[in-house]
């Protein structure tokens, strides 16, 4: 812990691997290191073969399930939202606390040999000064501020791979699409309806949801559901709690109108889906 506050928490550490081989959920912003391995992890449900010498960028509450029989080595670091010291007006500590923008868009990738050593330094960095007294001089200060250069590293690689996916998309376009994708995240538990987000953004329903199908090809009512629906998957796996209980947390009234809208977006049920992932 890098503070006496109990929020503003900070780790680094060598994977132990044994609490992932169940499905498991994070309390903090999750970085995974991979530096080899072999077999297949899970992110929210997606089944990923793990490749060496990469970046896995996890969300806090999504779910993480390491298969069976896998095995990773490489480090882990984990980090609250608060721990993340103010950048500037533009790059938010907030975007890049909740690892949005870019990051999100892409979620892992490998690197090339040439660029690996440039990212195990910051690590070996970042665990060096976490390992140092806790009464060190400026030990938090520089943790955060190498923290934050990596972070900014991870966003600029996803830019590149995005900008190779993406083209020539105007820069304005990827900043609705992004601010949208943000707004979607903050607001998802009691918002379904894009009037809600196009007028928190100040832009035409029409012009949102064209800015949207430009990155997705879905429009931006059906983005709002799945990130619902999405929730919804990360609670029934986690959660022994009733479907009332899971329904109002993200934002249905009725038990009934949830599950019907689960189905028809699943094709299971919510309790059908629970003993899937639970058996």
């Known amino acids: 812990m890098v503070s006496s506050h109990p929020t503003y928490h900070f780790s680094i550490a060598d994977i132990d691997p044994n609490p992932w081989y169940k499905p498991y959920r994070p309390d903090y912003q999750k970085v ?100 140092r007294k806790m009464n060190s001089f400026g030990r938090r200060d520089i943790i955060q501020h190498i923290l934050l250069a990596l972070l900014f590293r991870l966003e600029r690689k996803s830019r590149e791979i995005v900008s190779i996916k993406m083209g020539n998309t105007e820069k304005k376009e990827k900043y609705v699409y992004y601010q949208f994708l943000l707004l979607v995240e903050q607001n998802f538990h009691t918002h379904h309806n894009v009037e809600f987000y196009a007028l928190a953004m100040g832009i035409r329903r029409r012009k949102l949801s064209e800015t949207v199908k430009l990155f997705t090809k879905k429009s931006a009512k059906l983005v709002i559901k799945e990130r619902i629906i999405l929730e919804s998957k990360r609670l029934l796996a986690v959660s022994n709690g009733n479907l009332k209980d899971i329904a109002f947390q993200v934002g249905f009234e009725t038990a009934t109108y949830f599950s019907r809208v689960f189905k028809h977006h699943t094709s299971k049920t919510p309790l059908e889906y629970q003993r899937s992932i639970l058996r």
Do not use: C, R
């Not at 793990?50 to 029989?69: A, C, R």
């Not at 870019?102 to 976490?130: M, P, R, S």
């Open 32 to 131: 995974l290191w991979i530096k080899d391995g072999t077999g297949y992890h899970s992110i929210d449900n997606v089944k990923i073969e793990i490749q060496p010498e990469s970046f896995y960028l996890i969300n806090k509450g999504m779910i993480y399930h390491l298969m069976e029989g896998s095995k990773i080595n490489g480090k882990v670091i984990q980090y609250s939202n608060e721990f993340i010291p103010p950048v500037n007006d533009y790059f938010s500590d907030n975007f890049y606390s909740s690892l949005y923008g870019y990051i999100a868009d892409v979620g892992y990738f490998q690197l090339a040999k040439h660029e690996i050593k440039q990212y195990t330094d910051l690590l070996d960095q970042l665990q060096f000064e976490y390992t």
